[in-house]
T-cell receptor
């Protein structure tokens, strides 16, 4: 069965610090997709990134970067030079097979960035 | 290009009443999903549609829950005889068949008194 674990329930950092959010997943499929979503205080889930199981190349988008390691079943998310606007709950999610199937979410990590 | 919309945004009801929520997906998105999110948890899958066909239902979806997508466009989620345990945020998402990103609506927050 598929499962996503986000061991960090809450993280608090001071503005401009770097922060890494951990995500560990379990699946028996060889084909799967991993996602990160952001849920700001307004409540609406915002899509950040999708990565398929055959592409282990790390990705950088501005201050955001993602480290996918199949050997450890991890898909970690790093925010560089954090800002107050980054304060939100971040969810890691997994989708098996074609990827167009229901998402299985972790419990989320609440990030608070203090000015 | 509008995103996923959901109505109502908030619903307060008394235990035992029926409620219905509506979701309008992004235009031309074939897949439509319903999730439920309780406080401090990630969203949990309820059911999904490809066009008008309901393809999968979670074990979370009891007999009191029913969902439809009659013309393959908007969808409704009905809860009959609501219970206090139904209090949650109900989220709708849509995606193109050929793509994997699911785009979420703002949710409907249900409170059952």
């Amino acid at each position: 069965a598929q499962k996503v674990t986000q061991a960090q329930t809450e993280i608090s950092v001071v503005e401009k610090e770097d922060v890494t959010l951990d995500c560990v997943y379990e699946t028996r499929d060889t084909t799967y997709y991993l996602f990160w979503y952001k849920q700001p205080p307004s409540g609406e889930l915002v899509f950040l990134i999708r990565r398929n199981s055959f592409d282990e190349q790390n990705e950088i988008s501005g201050r955001y970067s993602w480290n996918f390691q199949k050997s450890t079943s991890s898909f970690n998310f790093t925010i560089t030079a954090s800002q107050v606007v980054d304060s939100a709950v971040y969810f890691c999610a997994l989708s098996e097979n074609s990827g167009n199937t229901p998402l299985v979410f972790g419990k989320g990590t609440r990030l608070s960035v203090i000015a | 290009d509008t995103g996923v919309s959901q109505n109502p945004r908030h619903k307060i009801t008394k235990r035992g009443q029926n409620v219905t929520f509506r979701c309008d997906p992004i235009s031309e998105h074939n897949r439509l999903y319903w999730y439920r999110q309780t406080l401090g948890q990630g969203p949990e899958f309820l059911t999904y549609f490809q066009n008008e066909a309901q393809l999968e239902k979670s074990r979370l979806l009891s007999d009191r829950f029913s969902a439809e997508r009659p013309k393959g466009s908007f969808s409704t989620l009905e809860i009959q005889r609501t219970e206090q345990g139904d209090s949650a945020m109900y989220l709708c998402a849509s995606s193109l068949l050929a793509h994997n990103e699911q785009f979420f609506g703002p949710g409907t927050r249900l409170t059952v008194l």
